[in-house]
């Protein structure tokens, strides 16, 4: 059992940890590196609240006449890669699932060449809200 004294989705432990308060609610909603990420995102994507430069992004990398998309991994988190031809649709399909390990590890996924003639495509990445 994890310890959520303010029922904000945050553990008190979390909480404690990055130097917030564990019986004020508020918090989760708070961006305290200017991230543009609150601290219950960073908790859940498993990056540091106070560090601007701790974030969960999709690089895309050209190699090889190739394109490949890399993340870092955060340990004890799956990702789900998802594709679709209208950013704003509701038509997004599951790529792949990337099963959580016990250690940070980055991440590669070569684009299959259908989609790379595609005239336009979106990639995200999601992380189911249960921490693993």
């Given at each position: 059992?994890?310890?959520?004294?303010?029922?904000?989705?945050?553990?008190?432990?979390?909480?404690?940890?990055y130097g917030?308060?564990?019986?004020?609610?508020?918090?989760?909603?708070l961006d305290n590196d200017n991230d543009g990420h609150n601290n219950l995102e960073e908790?859940?994507?498993g990056t540091n609240p106070n560090?601007?430069?701790?974030?969960?992004?999709?690089d895309f990398i050209s190699h090889d006449k190739k394109m490949l998309l890399s993340f870092e991994a955060q340990p004890n988190r799956t990702y789900i890669l998802w594709n679709a031809i209208d950013v704003?649709?509701?038509n997004w399909v599951e790529v792949k699932q990337f099963e959580s390990t016990s250690e940070i590890r980055k991440i590669?996924?070569?684009?299959?060449?259908?989609?790379?003639?595609?005239?336009?495509g979106y990639?995200?990445?999601?992380?189911?809200?249960?921490?693993?």
């Open positions: 059992i994890i310890d959520d004294t303010d029922d904000d989705g945050l553990p008190n432990l979390w909480e404690t940890l917030l308060n564990p019986n004020d609610f508020s918090d989760a909603n908790f859940i994507a560090d601007k430069f701790s974030i969960l992004f999709l704003a649709g509701k590669y996924y070569d684009i299959p060449s259908k989609h790379l003639n595609s005239s336009k990639y995200r990445l999601t992380i189911p809200a249960k921490v693993d």
